[in-house]
Each structure stands twice: as C-alpha cells, then as structure tokens.
C-alpha cells in the first residue's frame, strides 16, 4: 500500500527545519526532493564506476555506458515506449521542446504554415516555436484558456486549419493544474496531417504515462520533477519521425563516422546527444523511474488527487471571500496544484510569509506569463483595465502563489498550510505595509 509517511524516510531533507519549523515542501511542480536511493546511486557512481561513455574499451567507460543505457531502458518502460531508442536524454523540458522545434521544425515548417501552441502553455514550450516560426515565416495562433481553466475545445474549428503543421501544449498547466484532452487535440491534428508534440513536465510525474495510448509524435519531460537530479530529461519521440529528422546539435557522440566531405550519424538514440552527456543524472533519472514505478502511478495520481480535492474544500469553505483559487475544481480534472491569490496581499508577500512557517511555495507568474494576463491572475481586488506598460510593473500586479504536492505530502501538512494561511488571512493589514521583493521573472 501507498504510504507517504514510509515515502518520507527515504527523503533526508524532509527532516530539515526552516525557520524553527519542520520543512513543508509544497514546490513540487517547479522541482522535487530525492530519495536517498537517487543520492546514494550519484555517489556510488562517483566512487567507484565513473568513467566517460561510449569511449573506451576500459572496464569503468564499459561499466558507466552500461548504467547509462540501461537507465534509457528505465525510461522506456516508464512510460512504455515501444524501445529505448526512442528514449533522447537531454537536460530538462526546456531542452527537449528545444530539440524538436530546430530538429524537425527547422527542415519540415514552409512560410505560411500554422503552428497552434496554447495560452497555458510554459515559456520554455511556446518560446522556442516562436522563434523558429519567426526564422521560417510560419505563424503560431494559440488556443485560449476559458475562466474555469480549461482550454477553450469550441475554439478549434476555426484555430486548427489545413495549415497546422504542429500542435503543442501542455498535458498538464504548471498553473492551473489543469488536465488537457489530449485524445481530442490528437484526433484533431491527425484530421488536418499535422504533429503533436506534448509537454509532459507537470504530467509525467504524476499521472501513469503511457505513450503507446497518448498518440503524440513527442513527449518532453524534466527528471528534476520526477525525484530525479537535475540536469536531467527525456524527448520522447516516435521512432519513424525520429528517423528523419534532421539533427539539433552536433558533434561528438553523434556520428559513425565523418571525411572531410560526409558525416554518418549515428543510430538512435545517440545521434540527438551530442557531446558528454549528464552520465550520473541520466543513471540517477533511471533510478528515480523505478522508484516511481514501484510505488505505482496509479497510487501517486490517486494520493495527489486526495490532497488537492481537501485543499480546495477546505479553502472555499474556510475562505470564500479572501482567497481566490484558479483553475478546475474538480479534482479529477487536474494535477496536485493549487495557485491562487489572498485578495489584497501580494502573492510574494504571501510567499515569504510562509517560508517563515517553514512552508516553501512559489509564487509570481510561473514561467507562464500570458496565461496569467489573459485570466488576469492578480492579487488585486480588480485588475487593473490594461497591462501596465513596463514589464517589471506587470510583474508585481500579475502572479498567484501556487502549491503543488507530491508522493511525500500529507493532508497533516495541508492542515498546517490552511492553518497559517489564516494566520495570513488575519495578518493581512499588517502585511499590506509590506513592499514585495523584486520578482523573479520566472
Ligand atoms: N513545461 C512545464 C509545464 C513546466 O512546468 C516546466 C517547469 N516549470 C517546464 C516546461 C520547463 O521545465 P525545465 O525547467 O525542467 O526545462
């Protein structure tokens, strides 16, 4: 059985205290903790097998290659790819949504072709379509995102056009938690010949992934939200438009061989992971699958699940007129996320306040800075009727505060959450004095 108490002994940070208060981590959607099983492979690796990959005929090259490989078999079986091949590792989302817009946007987008991304879409999905849409006069047109948090489905017939090259966005908002219909957007883009390429950041973590059933042509996402070490990640690709695509960086580790007139890349994988790759965090992210898989994804989505459906219960029924949430409410329509605001209060006011209880949120406009102007997610009683001019004014208007949970929360630390939002909620006059910390741009 899944049990987040047994789940907190392998997580020696958890034991830490901020502020002369036991650490409650509710920043899970920008990075989780690790276990020691991730820590101690880290260190053993070091020890006593590192070497670099894919170089050497040496014991330790053969050893560490072999950690290596076997951790994109890991992977594959984690999201049940068809085989480990095609399983890219990369550094992060960022890098992976990177790979595919210069890969095989670069080489298959015209002048004039459609891309469709989404108004809840992460910087790091939307900005690098944008910047090859520009390099080849393509044109990127975005779905909207309703008052409720979902993505306006109406809006399709008319965005989605014969012209559609690539549909992305995000299976799951970082923001509103919300729980995309991926079938839908799937089924439409195979009306219309175009690619899917799907951000898994927020839902590979924590919802059973399996890319067999999805549908998409690519699946990015980052090992640092999944107990795995940063510096790690996957592009997830389908075998055949792997195949073809042209390469995004080049250099060593990707070829067979070069002349001074030809290049013969190499086999997939490795033809996408040039140079020396993050051995240890690539082994490590293997481990951190595992471990997953061992608790069970089903068990992680029905535990989140539990803890966001208390949550926004108990802040509706405990304050339905200071505390504004955003996104679905019901929570089998989303992920273990919950932003919202204390009206009147700043929401990093409200963040630092609560680091002072131990408890580490986030807040500002998470690296989803359209979603937040066009739901006008502000702590204000009212927005104000147009965006101020200068970014680092819209920077203090804008934002929400958001917790996100994982395997080691429990509905006690929410307890403790809501009861120190009061202590907020009653504090607020007081808080209002306060200037907010210049914000992170996120
Ligand atoms: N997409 C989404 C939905 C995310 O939440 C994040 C991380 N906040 C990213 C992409 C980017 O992930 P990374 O910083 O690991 O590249």
């Not at 490989?69 to 960022?94: D, G, P």
Request: a negative charge; proline letters at 5%.
């Amino acid at each position: 059985m899944f049990d987040p108490e047994e789940v907190r002994k392998d997580f020696p940070i958890l034991s830490r205290k901020i502020n002369g208060r036991p650490l409650v981590y509710f920043d899970n959607a920008a990075s989780t903790q690790k276990p020691i099983q991730v820590i101690n492979v880290i260190v053993e690796f070091y020890r006593n097998h590192y070497a670099n990959i894919h170089r050497g005929l040496h014991t330790l090259s053969q050893e560490a290659s072999e950690m290596y490989e076997k951790a994109h078999e890991t992977l594959a079986k984690f999201i049940n790819a068809y085989s480990w091949e095609e399983v890219v590792f990369c550094n992060n989302t960022t890098d992976a949504m990177n790979l595919v817009a210069y890969a095989w946007g670069l080489k298959n987008l015209r002048e004039g072709d459609e891309i469709v991304a989404t108004i809840m879409d992460h910087h790091s999905t939307m900005l690098p379509w944008r910047k090859i849409a520009k390099m080849k006069g393509a044109v990127v047109k975005y779905i909207n995102v309703t008052p409720q948090g979902y993505l306006d489905y109406d809006s399709l017939n008319t965005i989605i056009t014969p012209k559609t090259k690539v549909i992305v966005f995000p299976i799951a908002s970082n923001v509103l938690g919300t729980i995309n219909n991926v079938e839908e957007l799937v089924k439409r883009a195979r009306e219309v010949g175009s690619i899917v390429v799907a951000d898994g950041a927020q839902s590979v973590p924590h919802t059973l992934t399996d890319v067999r059933k999805l549908g998409v042509d690519f699946l990015g996402f980052s090992g640092h939200k999944m107990l795995g070490p940063t510096g790690s990640g996957v592009l997830w690709g389908r075998r055949d438009i792997l195949e073809e695509m042209d390469l995004f960086k080049v250099g060593g580790d990707t070829i067979r061989d070069v002349t001074v007139d030809d290049t013969v890349w190499l086999d997939l994988p490795w033809r996408f992971e040039a140079g020396t790759p993050n051995i240890e965090a690539g082994i490590a992210l293997g481990v951190a699958a595992e471990y997953l898989m061992k608790l069970g994804m089903e068990n992680v989505r029905e535990h989140e699940k539990h803890l966001v459906a208390y949550t926004l219960k108990r802040l509706s029924e405990e304050f339905p007129d200071d505390i504004r949430v955003y996104g679905p409410r019901d929570p089998g329509d989303k992920t273990g996320v919950v932003s919202f605001n204390i009206i009147g209060l700043n929401h990093h006011t409200v963040a630092k306040a609560l680091d002072l209880f131990g408890i580490a949120v986030r807040s500002g406009m998470h690296c989803a800075h359209p979603l937040h102007y066009s739901l006008k997610i502000t702590y204000l009683e009212k927005p104000p009727s147009s965006l101020p001019e200068k970014p680092e004014d819209r920077l203090i208007l804008y934002g929400s505060v958001r917790a996100s949970y994982y395997v080691y929360n429990t509905f006690e630390e929410v307890d403790y959450f809501i009861e120190t939002l009061g202590k907020i909620v009653n504090l607020k006059e007081a808080l209002k004095k306060e200037k907010p910390e210049a914000p992170c741009t996120g």
